[in-house]
């Protein structure tokens, strides 16, 4: 019966290296990772990292990082564009008949369903 690994809400890559060691890494903290002969021993190791470095963490009295599924986000965020892209995104919201806002967040709406399609 296959392990069910808790590794805090972090997306775990499993991928096999051209030594034919599976290697199993945090995607959020690629510095956080493991190596077996098979995948289900790397993810056991990669579980044992992980506690050793919460527990750094503990020792140290400094907070354990967080995986970004685990945070809460308010929805709002700042971005620094060029003034000339700026300006024609501007142009495009008024010529749609939309704020700026609306505009720009359909953009990244559209742009996170192509990537995630891509990705799949």
């Known amino acids: 019966m296959k ?10 890559s499993l991928t096999l290296d051209e030594d034919g060691d599976w290697l199993a890494a945090f995607v959020e903290l690629p510095t956080v990772s493991a190596f077996s002969s098979n995948p289900e021993f790397a993810l056991d190791e990669l579980k044992t990292a992980w506690e050793g ?3 750094s963490y503990r020792q140290k009295k ?9 945070k809460n986000y308010s929805g709002q965020f700042n971005v620094r564009i060029d003034k000339r892209t700026h300006r024609a995104l501007a142009m495009e919201a008024a ?7 609306a505009l720009v967040a359909h ?14």
């Open 107 to 120: 953009k990244l709406a559209v742009a996170g369903t192509t990537s995630s399609k891509k990705a799949a």
């Open 53 to 55: 470095i919460k527990k």
């Open 95 to 101: 010529q749609a008949g939309v704020s700026l806002n």
């Open 3 to 12: 392990k069910k690994h808790d590794f805090d809400g972090f997306t775990v």
């Open 62 to 70: 400094e907070p354990i990082p967080v995986a970004p599924s685990k």
